[in-house]
């Protein structure tokens, strides 16, 4: 309900503690009611983020099997629930090699996918903190190359504007921005990124440190959020929100600053009325 409280109109959930290994199994009573909320305030689509734990590259053969686990119930409590994208970080590889790891990653969603149907996998960018895997766009092609080539679960991106600024990429400056979205599209293919997780950052331009903040009150600022709302190659994907709630109705404020930044006011469908191009 709080989705529709304050205006928006997609929805991420974690459908278990996102620092817990258990998860509880789902209550019929609220996957019912999840689904009638949905209906009545056309919340589309359901977005499920995976547990932070779930490390796919990690070499500890424990730590890797409780993993794969983890995320095969991900897949099935999004599954149950009915949501469209499950979005996962490709994990930490503790020194290795990208090289080294990916086939690692891809095996891990391969078994861990089985059997499953009508969720697509979202692989999400990272800030490249230590020895994270997925800041470069690079590692994120070469681990969707593989895995399509072991599971027929269909497999996209999700691109985090935060880590995008953490990582390196220049996306407050408009030349910035288009050379940003033109490497996107040549490695990963855009009609690849499904969902966009709109976040200012508190940390600067290669800092390699994922800090989110409230919309234009990071180092990206309100202009190229505004750009990026109005940009005609991202007019199918999905914006969510996942800034920090320190007072109350700090989710209100940050998504009415964010449709007012969307042409004609609706984040939702920004492109019908986008006027400038990237």
């Known amino acids: 309900m709080r989705a529709a409280e304050i205006g928006a109109n997609t929805l991420q959930v974690f459908t278990a503690s996102p620092r817990m290994w258990r998860a509880r199994p789902t209550d019929p009573k609220e996957v019912t009611a999840l689904r009638e909320i949905r209906r009545r305030f056309d919340l589309n689509p359901l977005v499920v983020h995976v547990n932070y734990l779930v490390n796919l590259a990690s070499a500890d053969p424990v730590i890797r099997s409780q993993s794969i686990l983890t995320l095969r119930g991900e897949f099935e409590r999004a599954s149950i629930i009915g949501a469209e994208y499950l979005v996962v970080h490709p994990g930490s590889s503790k020194g290795r090699d990208c090289g080294e790891v990916t086939p690692a990653i891809a095996e891990g969603i391969r078994d861990a996918a089985e059997g499953i149907r009508g969720v697509t996998l979202l692989l999400e960018n990272t800030a490249g903190s230590g020895s994270n895997v997925g800041s470069r766009f690079e590692e994120l092609h070469a681990i969707r190359s593989l895995a399509t080539t072991l599971t027929t679960t269909p497999i996209g991106y999700c691109l985090d504007t935060c880590h995008l600024l953490a990582a390196g990429f220049d996306i407050v400056s408009p030349a910035g921005l288009r050379a940003t979205l033109r490497q996107a599209d040549a490695v990963l293919g855009l009609e690849h990124v499904r969902v ?75 492109a019908r009325a986008a006027v400038r191009a990237c």
């Open 196 to 270: 966009i997780h709109a976040n200012d950052s508190k940390t600067p331009l290669g800092s390699r440190v994922d800090r989110h903040a409230k919309i234009g009150e990071g180092h990206i600022g309100l202009e190229p959020f505004r750009r990026l709302l109005a940009c005609r190659k991202l007019r199918r994907m999905v914006f969510i929100s996942e800034t920090p709630a320190e007072r109350e109705g700090d989710e209100r404020r940050n998504m009415a600053r964010l449709r007012s930044l969307a042409p004609g006011g609706d984040v939702k469908r920004r």
